[in-house]
């Protein structure tokens, strides 16, 4: 099993993070055997879901932290994101098209793009949404 992780500090004005996740995270993808298409799609998924812990669970504060920790196992490529932001509200968006008129709510459009299993959890005062996939070629 291959992993890696990454830690950084929220900033809603520097977007260094976005390097990172390219950087250390996607080499699993393309060592788990994923196209360059499937793994621009999961960067994007990453990217977003990063975006809303900012957004949504820190409020846009800067300095807060966030780790991601992913992982290639023998049947599924796993992202875990944790920060000590506000909970998620619950039940997690299904990723259904939001209507046209809608202010916000495609971001999970691209997230389950990405990834089709997505969880939620939360203790000790952090949330921990898990993005996993299938590998190419699994049942």
Not at 83 to 98: I, K, Q, T, V, W
Request: proline letters at 9%; hydrophobic letters at 40%.
């Amino acid at each position: 099993m291959q992993r890696t992780e990454i830690d950084f500090a929220s900033d809603p004005k520097d977007t260094a993070w976005h390097g990172l996740i390219e950087r250390r995270l996607l080499p699993l993808a393309h060592a788990a055997g994923f196209g360059d298409l499937v793994q621009f799609g999961l960067q994007l998924a990453l990217v977003e879901a990063v975006n809303n812990i900012i957004e949504h669970a820190y409020d846009m504060t800067p300095g807060q932290p966030i780790a991601i920790r992913g992982e290639c196992a023998a049947d599924a490529l796993r992202y875990q994101l944790r920060d000590r932001g506000r909970p998620m509200p619950l039940p997690l968006p299904s990723g259904a098209p939001a209507a046209p008129d809608a202010a916000g709510g495609r971001g999970w459009q691209i997230i389950r793009a990405g990834f089709p299993d997505v969880s939620y959890s939360r203790c000790d005062d952090v949330n921990q949404l898990t993005l996993s996939r299938p590998l190419p070629g699994g049942s």
